[in-house]
């Protein structure tokens, strides 16, 4: 099993650019989210998907868009790239059940918006 | 709210001393869990423990040990006999009964000397 693995590891774009960040796991979990990590803020949850077709906003949602075609994977979109979304974003998956479903994360992104 | 608060940002240690992390956490729900997680310097986040509200245990793991008491809100972890590569990024973070996202602190960096 690969886990949960990130496509790609690192990106560099200029303002106003558009990226789509993949995600992809293999342990058949329900459950899919998406955080970015800013230094002295921890993890801050951006978007998450309860089931395949589904999205929900987390904390941080604006400027960033989500889709969950397929089970297995969560894309994360930047329409429009600003500086501040200059971060390192993890996705992570869980099973729906029992509550308190442990989330397992990938490798992490780079981002960097010039 | 929810909140998790871990107050040391930096903790250094030399080989072989114990060491303490702390967590405090607010929430209203009476169900919830808690998570640590340890961020290498590699930057993948590695899960160490979940805990429920209703499980106030203390565990041990080899070297690790946590200290879960409802009367302070608190969530504490310990490593006995610190290790060079026990150094990284730990994180405390929480997650309520009724939802599946983490709320996570900002993280104690830990480095341990030779």
């Known amino acids: 099993n690969a886990g949960v693995t990130q496509t790609p590891k690192f990106r560099v774009l200029k303002t106003g650019q558009s990226m789509t960040l993949l995600c992809a796991q293999d342990?058949?979990?329900?459950?899919m989210y998406w955080y970015r990590q800013d230094p002295g803020m921890g993890l801050r949850l951006i978007h998450y998907?309860?089931?395949?077709?589904?999205?929900a906003k987390g904390e941080v949602p604006d400027g960033y868009n989500v889709s969950r075609l397929k089970k297995q994977n969560f894309l994360l979109g930047l329409e429009s790239a600003a500086p501040s979304q200059t971060s390192v974003y993890f996705c992570?998956?869980?099973?729906?059940?029992?509550?308190?479903?442990?989330?397992?994360f990938g490798p992490g992104t780079r981002l960097l918006v010039l | 709210a929810q909140k998790v608060t871990q107050a040391q940002t930096e903790i250094s240690v030399v080989e072989k001393e114990d060491v303490t992390l702390d967590c405090v956490y607010e929430?209203?729900?009476?169900?919830?869990?808690l998570f640590w997680y340890k961020q290498p310097p590699s930057g993948e986040l590695v899960f160490l423990i979940r805990?429920?509200?209703?499980?106030?245990q203390n565990e041990i793991s080899g070297r690790y040990s946590w200290n879960f008491q409802k009367s302070t809100s608190s969530f504490n972890f310990t490593i006995t006999a610190s290790q060079v590569v026990d150094s990284a990024v730990y994180f405390c973070?929480?997650?309520?009964?009724?939802?599946?996202?983490?709320?996570f602190g900002t993280g104690t960096r830990l480095q341990v000397f030779p």
């Open positions: 992570a998956s869980s099973y729906s059940r029992p509550a308190g479903r442990t989330q397992y």
């Open positions: 342990m058949n979990h329900e459950y």
């Open positions: 998907s309860v089931g395949e077709g589904t999205t």
């Open positions: 929430t209203r729900d009476t169900t919830y869990y």
């Open positions: 805990r429920n509200s209703f499980d106030e």
């Open positions: 973070a929480l997650s309520e009964g009724n939802t599946d996202k983490l709320i």
